[in-house]
């Protein structure tokens, strides 16, 4: 079983950033394909980023490209979450989870994975 913590998560001015930490225990972190989502209340879950595991591959969603980078440190079984210039609507809980491969862009950006973290709170006010 792979065991993941996030952190990093707080209260932001609009414009403002956060760094997001996902910490992984277990065996066979470096070989997974790491996303981040989002779910604000009353809302759908939403795709925000995902790498792949030797970092050489990245996509993100409509609303956060251009705005976040995604990046992992395998010698330290942790993945980041950079956000700049945040807004209101960027406000939601924020997973991140673990694919055992790749498959395909759609599996990686719909949900399709095998592990899951508990979430940070990411609050941005105008």
């Known amino acids: 079983q792979v065991q993941l913590v996030e952190s990093g998560g707080g209260l932001v001015q609009a414009g403002g950033s956060l760094r997001l930490s996902c910490a992984a225990s277990?065996?066979?972190?470096?070989?997974?394909?790491m996303g981040w989502f989002r779910q604000a209340p009353g809302k759908e879950r939403e795709f925000v980023a995902v790498?792949?595991?030797?970092?050489?591959?990245?996509w993100y969603g409509d609303s956060p490209k251009g705005r976040f980078t995604i990046s992992r440190d395998n010698a330290k079984n942790t993945v980041y979450l950079q956000m700049n210039n945040l807004n209101p609507e960027d406000t939601a809980v924020y997973y991140c989870?673990?694919?055992?491969?790749?498959?395909?862009?759609?599996?990686?950006?719909?949900?399709?994975?095998?592990?899951w973290g508990q979430g940070t709170q990411v609050t941005v006010s105008s």
């Open positions: 277990g065996r066979g972190f470096s070989g997974y394909t």
């Open positions: 989870a673990a694919r055992r491969r790749w498959g395909s862009l759609v599996d990686v950006t719909t949900g399709g994975y095998d592990f």
């Open positions: 790498i792949s595991w030797s970092g050489g591959t990245t």
